[in-house]
């Protein structure tokens, strides 16, 4: 029995256009298997957020730039190269986040939760890790929470580390950290309950970020990765995700 197959595609012309070919020639599934997705990064990263929940696997073609997440745009042999497909399995992290007047938000983040001064001025943040602080005070621009799936994002970017699939971790990494100056983060592991406390807050404010969900004016912010959650994505044969991670660390 043939997969049936639903399309989507970015806002970019090009994706917009190749999504018509290719639902032309395959068709259009109401109830589909799987999900192909036109465009980059963010894109898929949106369509994991719209379909992880009704257990729909994505895979993802690239018409954007990057496209690390992403396998290459060919038109033909779409249904084999779905069918002998390698599977990432990818579970996001939970940001709990209270604002200044004790409003709490919750968003998840497949990528990473991110932390961000608002203004001109250095944050302050205490850092936790599991109820025990081990950075009573970094000033940064910022620091983030990555998953594996997340690490060459906006954390490779940072200078955070390039972490394996089942290496079973997170990474905790400053954004252009002032003091500590030396302070390059921290890995570890994915069970890990993460609080980052913004010391003057008022003065200093600070927003947090769960992928593209936002919260502004935050006094803390509680990340843990929710492992019962899980998205897949689809890779062609031979050209999955651990093997992306690996030529990405050796690539000049």
């Known amino acids: 029995m043939s997969l049936k197959l639903a399309f989507t595609a970015s806002e970019r012309p090009e994706a917009q256009a190749a999504c018509a070919v290719l ?47 992403l396998n290459e745009y060919r038109e033909n042999d779409l249904m084999a190269r779905i069918e002998s ?10 940001m709990t986040a209270t604002n200044g007047r004790g409003e709490v938000q919750e968003a998840l983040a497949f990528n990473e939760v991110s932390l961000l001064r608002q203004t001109h001025q250095s944050a302050k943040l205490r850092i936790l890790i599991d109820g025990k602080a081990r950075l009573e005070e970094l000033i940064c621009d910022g620091a983030l929470v990555a998953t594996p799936a997340g690490s060459t994002a906006y954390n490779l970017s940072a200078h955070g580390p390039i972490i394996p699939l089942d290496a079973q971790a997170l990474a905790l990494t400053p954004i252009s950290a002032f003091r500590p100056r030396r302070w390059r983060g921290a890995l570890l592991p994915h ?11 008022d003065k200093r404010p600070v927003a947090a970020s769960a992928d593209t969900f936002e919260v ?9 990765e929710v492992p019962e959650l899980s998205a897949t994505i689809l890779f062609d044969a031979g050209n999955g995700y651990d093997e992306r991670v690996l030529t990405e660390q050796f690539s000049s």
């Open 216 to 224: 502004r004016h935050i006094r803390e912010v509680e990340i843990v």
């Open 191 to 201: 069970s890990a309950k993460v609080r980052f406390e913004v010391l003057e807050c």
């Open 23 to 69: 639902r032309k020639r395959y068709g259009e599934a109401n109830d589909p298997d799987v999900i192909v997705a036109l465009g980059g990064d963010g894109w898929l990263l949106e369509c994991v957020h719209s379909h992880f929940r009704h257990e729909l696997p994505i895979f993802g073609m690239n018409m954007g730039s990057i496209g690390f997440l």
């Open 85 to 94: 497909a390698e599977r990432t399995r990818i579970s996001p992290l939970r």
